[in-house]
């Protein structure tokens, strides 16, 4: 009974320190040297992504996503946003789901927009991804196109961590332009 006490309360801890990871507030050179650099890193390890960062009408990439769970989750991160190449602004994710699930994992989190449509809906403020929004999880041998759900398709890259569970939320997003 005991330890069951103890397992939870460093369970709790290590969402509370892992939530916190991806939230932490870098300078903007920071950030986007970090986006550079896992941009760079997805198109070396998944060449076909590259034709995405190239032809997508923008992309947000939020370089370093933290995320903790034990029942409850929660995952936050900082991100770049970029319009035809162009940074426009910045964006923060923040992510909040319930169910059956333990542990932590960092991630790399890309959204690309296929429309400047899909793009303006989130630039205009706080977007929302919907809990039945999917994403594409990139690993060795993936070889398929992305699907695109109102103009805009989610891929993530695991950079460590173990989670396992079923769980039910969606993520925000804030958009501010850069300056």
Same mark, same amino acid.
């Given at each position: 009974?005991?330890?069951?006490?103890? #397992? $939870?309360? %460093?369970? !709790?801890? @290590?969402? /509370?320190?892992?939530? *916190?990871?991806?939230?932490?507030?870098?300078?903007?050179?920071?950030?986007?040297?970090?986006?550079?650099?896992?941009?760079?890193?997805?198109?070396?390890?998944?060449?076909?992504?590259?034709?995405?960062?190239?032809?997508?009408?923008?992309?947000?990439?939020?370089?370093?996503?933290?995320?903790?769970?034990?029942?409850?989750?929660?995952?936050?991160?900082?991100?770049?946003?970029?319009?035809?190449?162009?940074?426009?602004?910045?964006?923060? #994710? $923040?992510? %909040?789901? !319930?169910? @059956?699930? /333990?542990?932590?994992? *960092?991630?790399?989190?890309?959204?690309?927009?296929?429309?400047?449509?899909?793009?303006?809906?989130?630039?205009?403020?706080?977007?929302?991804?919907?809990?039945?929004?999917?994403?594409?999880?990139?690993?060795?041998?993936?070889?398929?196109?992305?699907?695109?759900?109102?103009?805009?398709?989610?891929?993530?890259?695991?950079?460590?961590?173990?989670?396992?569970?079923?769980?039910?939320?969606?993520?925000?997003?804030?958009?501010?332009?850069?300056?």
């Amino acid at each position: 009974m005991k330890t069951n006490n103890i #397992l $939870k309360t %460093v369970m !709790v801890l @290590l969402v /509370l320190v892992l939530a *916190s990871c991806g939230s932490a507030k870098k300078t903007g050179d920071d950030l986007l040297a970090d986006a550079r650099e896992e941009r760079a890193m997805i198109e070396r390890e998944y060449p076909m992504m590259a034709n995405y960062f190239n032809e997508a009408e923008g992309y947000a990439i939020f370089p370093n996503v933290g995320k903790g769970a034990y029942i409850i989750g929660g995952a936050s991160g900082n991100g770049a946003v970029y319009e035809n190449g162009n940074l426009v602004g910045y964006a923060d #994710l $923040k992510q %909040v789901d !319930v169910g @059956l699930q /333990l542990g932590g994992k *960092s991630f790399v989190e890309v959204l690309f927009f296929e429309t400047e449509e899909a793009l303006e809906r989130f630039k205009n403020g706080s977007y929302e991804l919907g809990a039945n929004a999917s994403a594409v999880i990139l690993d060795k041998g993936f070889s398929r196109d992305l699907d695109f759900q109102d103009g805009v398709a989610v891929v993530t890259v695991p950079k460590g961590g173990a989670m396992a569970g079923i769980s039910v939320g969606g993520q925000r997003f804030d958009f501010t332009p850069a300056q």
